[in-house]
């Protein structure tokens, strides 16, 4: 049975849309497990979800989740692969007639069932509860824990409040948010020994206040690594991205000492995205955020190391060694690097928008801002896919949303499917051949001023929302002279070094450039950083695992 620590915070949840069997199997659990665990009972998968996010938000652990198999709107494996994202380390098990067997055994491998029993279960004692007591078991002895909370006091209008509540959701670290104004703030601020002149505060789970802490400070005390385990891997992936984590994935799988090292938080900008709808695999889409952590998690199943919060600036050639030099001055070393760094959306150039950059005006996403939104009027700059996602995400709440495009039309930049949702959204409005002019506002975005491009007519409009996607500029600066890149900034790799049929002038092998390699043997490129790549997630992700083929190969001829 449970530890008595965990009695009254563990829990065995059960779902059935049919109350008679829902009570049933609730009667049978309380009767057997009632005095160590909590039983949970739900009659649809969808206020099964609802109760497990709670359970999350309050710290709450939950050790086995029976869903049954039949269910209207959503059925019970649709329901556990959900489920997965909230509690991964939970056991599930499905409840079917004999005659959805085959869906069960499929089951296994769409959300790692642990195993499915056949209804009725009678009696119990026999059918029922030697496979929980098994389950229970194999719980027990899996690394879990309640779910510690962060706090986080801050202004509302504070760029870096802004970006260190971004930085703790897209880690996946979950916090409370505590305005300054507010009581509860004000009380945690006097208890920390701070005023308003220390924001932001963060207040970590073990009690300790953090004044205005640096992402890699928060990052140590949150409990995310930070420091390599080793001095020398075999690969070393920087950036993590779905190029990274793909790399990662395939890596580790593959027995390298693989360690990932990302600036900030792993997902880049597709774990930004509220909702990928053409990801292969995903038919009523997934959000970035979920894709990203079952990515991060199936890295760290396999064994690779993820680093986050650490800046990359320098990469050295010594001998067959590839150095990796970090801002603090520490290295490591491997015999073969990726490069996923990725891209960043590029700046809007108009005055005083740098001044409001975090009140009010937001690169990408900002998911963590889109409760603020709620009965406002948001704009939106921008015509690709990103864009797209954001004003459907926004418009669930926002009183209107209005995208500003440069060009004449959506369809250059913008994919079919999402333009159409775009359109028929009732709450969101396209402006064509308009561009920002202006942000105004004193310490938060008050108005903008809007240009037509083709009649040059103006017009000022109130605004306290605008978020911006105007293309990306890749995050490669760093490289300097050691890898070639094009006058863009995106590195060239494979053929593009031998457009005259001939290696670059400073090659020394005897074969030419793998298809994903720079002009540096062993280090490769995947990704949105190489030049002419397609701007994909499922490409960037194939780019992840063929970069791995290469590296393999790279070590075989070493």
């Given at each position: 049975?449970?530890?008595?620590?965990?009695?009254?915070?563990?829990?065995?949840?059960?779902?059935?849309?049919?109350?008679?069997?829902?009570?049933?199997?609730?009667?049978?659990?309380?009767?057997?497990?009632?005095?160590?665990?909590?039983?949970?009972r739900?009659?649809?998968?969808?206020?099964?979800?609802?109760?497990?996010?709670?359970?999350?938000?309050?710290?709450?652990?939950?050790?086995?989740?029976?869903?049954?198999?039949?269910?209207?709107?959503?059925?019970?494996?649709?329901?556990?692969?959900?489920?997965?994202?909230?509690?991964?380390?939970?056991?599930?098990?499905?409840?079917?007639?004999?005659?959805?067997?085959?869906?069960?055994?499929?089951?296994?491998?769409?959300?790692?069932?642990?195993?499915?029993?056949?209804?009725?279960?009678?009696?119990?004692?026999?059918?029922l509860?030697?496979?929980?007591?098994?389950l229970?078991?194999?719980?027990?002895?899996?690394?879990?824990?309640?779910?510690?909370?962060?706090?986080?006091?801050?202004?509302?209008?504070?760029?870096?409040?802004?970006?260190?509540?971004?930085?703790?959701?897209?880690?996946?670290?979950?916090?409370?948010?505590?305005?300054?104004?507010?009581?509860?703030?004000?009380?945690?601020?006097?208890?920390?020994?701070?005023?308003?002149?220390?924001?932001?505060?963060?207040?970590?789970?073990d009690?300790?206040?953090?004044?205005?802490?640096?992402?890699?400070?928060?990052?140590?005390?949150v409990?995310?690594?930070?420091?390599?385990?080793?001095?020398?891997?075999?690969?070393?992936?920087?950036?993590?991205?779905?190029?990274?984590?793909?790399?990662?994935?395939?890596?580790?799988?593959?027995?390298?000492?693989?360690?990932?090292?990302?600036?900030?938080?792993?997902?880049?900008?597709?774990?930004?995205?509220?909702?990928?709808?053409?990801?292969?695999?995903?038919?009523?889409?997934?959000?970035?955020?979920?894709?990203?952590?079952?990515?991060?998690?199936?890295?760290?199943?396999?064994?690779?190391?993820?680093?986050?919060?650490?800046?990359?600036?320098?990469?050295?050639?010594?001998?067959?060694?590839?150095?990796?030099?970090?801002?603090?001055?520490?290295?490591?070393?491997?015999?073969?690097?990726?490069?996923?760094?990725?891209?960043?959306?590029?700046?809007?150039?108009?005055?005083?928008?740098?001044?409001?950059?975090?009140?009010?005006?937001?690169?990408?996403?900002?998911?963590?801002?889109?409760?603020?939104?709620?009965?406002?009027?948001?704009?939106?700059?921008?015509?690709?896919?990103?864009?797209?996602q954001?004003?459907?995400?926004?418009?669930?709440?926002a009183?209107?949303?209005?995208?500003?495009?440069?060009?004449?039309?959506?369809?250059?930049?913008?994919?079919?499917?999402?333009?159409?949702?775009?359109?028929?959204?009732?709450?969101?409005?396209?402006?064509?051949?308009?561009?920002?002019?202006?942000?105004?506002?004193?310490?938060?975005?008050?108005q903008?001023?809007?240009?037509?491009?083709?009649?040059?007519?103006?017009?000022?409009?109130?605004?306290?929302?605008?978020?911006?996607?105007?293309?990306?500029?890749?995050l490669?600066?760093?490289?300097?002279?050691?890898v070639?890149?094009?006058?863009?900034?995106?590195?060239?790799?494979?053929?593009?070094?031998?457009?005259?049929?001939?290696?670059?002038?400073?090659?020394?092998?005897?074969?030419?450039?793998?298809?994903?390699?720079?002009?540096?043997?062993?280090?490769?490129?995947?990704?949105?950083?190489?030049?002419?790549?397609?701007?994909?997630?499922?490409?960037?992700?194939?780019?992840?695992?063929?970069?791995?083929?290469l590296?393999?190969?790279?070590?075989?001829?070493?």
């Amino acid at each position: 049975m449970a530890q008595a620590s965990d009695a009254s915070r563990t829990i065995i949840l059960t779902v059935d849309d049919d109350p008679g069997v829902s009570r049933s199997v609730a009667r049978d659990l309380r009767r057997r497990y009632g005095e160590t665990y909590r039983i949970v009972r739900a009659e649809s998968g969808q206020s099964a979800l609802d109760a497990l996010r709670e359970l999350k938000l309050r710290g709450d652990l939950v050790a086995v989740i029976l869903a049954d198999y039949r269910m209207p709107q959503m059925n019970g494996i649709e329901f556990l692969e959900q489920a997965l994202d909230v509690y991964p380390e939970a056991r599930r098990v499905l409840l079917t007639a004999y005659a959805d067997t085959n869906a069960a055994i499929d089951a296994i491998n769409v959300v790692d069932l642990d195993h499915y029993l056949l209804k009725p279960w009678d009696p119990p004692e026999e059918k029922l509860y030697p496979v929980l007591d098994d389950l229970l078991e194999t719980w027990r002895h899996t690394e879990h824990r309640a779910v510690p909370v962060t706090k986080v006091v801050g202004h509302r209008w504070s760029a870096r409040s802004s970006e260190l509540r971004e930085f703790l959701a897209r880690n996946q670290v979950p916090y409370r948010w505590y305005s300054s104004d507010e009581p509860e703030g004000r009380r945690l601020l006097s208890a920390a020994g701070a005023d308003d002149l220390q924001l932001p505060l963060v207040i970590t789970p073990d009690g300790t206040p953090l004044t205005t802490p640096d992402e890699q400070d928060l990052a140590t005390r949150v409990g995310l690594a930070t420091t390599p385990a080793a001095d020398f891997y075999d690969l070393v992936i920087i950036g993590g991205g779905p190029a990274g984590l793909g790399s990662a994935v395939y890596g580790a799988s593959e027995g390298l000492r693989t360690v990932l090292v990302e600036r900030s938080a792993t997902g880049g900008q597709a774990g930004q995205s509220s909702r990928i709808e053409n990801y292969l695999g995903f038919p009523d889409g997934v959000s970035g955020a979920q894709l990203t952590d079952r990515a991060r998690r199936q890295a760290a199943k396999f064994g690779a190391e993820i680093l986050t919060a650490r800046q990359v600036t320098g990469l050295e050639i010594n001998g067959a060694a590839r150095t990796v030099r970090f801002s603090d001055g520490s290295a490591i070393a491997a015999h073969s690097v990726i490069l996923a760094t990725g891209v960043t959306y590029r700046q809007l150039d108009a005055p005083g928008v740098a001044d409001l950059t975090g009140c009010g005006v937001f690169y990408g996403s900002s998911l963590t801002e889109a409760p603020a939104c709620q009965g406002h009027d948001v704009y939106i700059v921008g015509g690709a896919n990103s864009a797209g996602q954001a004003a459907m995400y926004l418009a669930r709440g926002a009183k209107s949303v209005t995208i500003l495009v440069r060009g004449s039309s959506l369809s250059a930049s913008m994919s079919h499917y999402l333009i159409q949702q775009v359109v028929d959204a009732p709450t969101i409005s396209v402006r064509t051949t308009t561009v920002v002019e202006a942000a105004h506002g004193s310490d938060h975005l008050e108005q903008l001023t809007l240009r037509d491009t083709t009649t040059g007519h103006t017009e000022l409009v109130d605004a306290q929302w605008l978020f911006v996607f105007i293309g990306a500029a890749p995050l490669t600066d760093w490289l300097g002279g050691t890898v070639l890149r094009d006058s863009r900034g995106f590195i060239l790799t494979g053929p593009d070094l031998t457009p005259d049929g001939h290696p670059p002038a400073d090659w020394e092998l005897d074969r030419p450039p793998y298809h994903l390699e720079t002009n540096v043997p062993g280090v490769f490129v995947a990704g949105d950083a190489r030049a002419e790549s397609a701007k994909r997630v499922a490409s960037a992700v194939g780019e992840g695992a063929m970069a791995v083929m290469l590296v393999h190969r790279y070590l075989e001829q070493s």
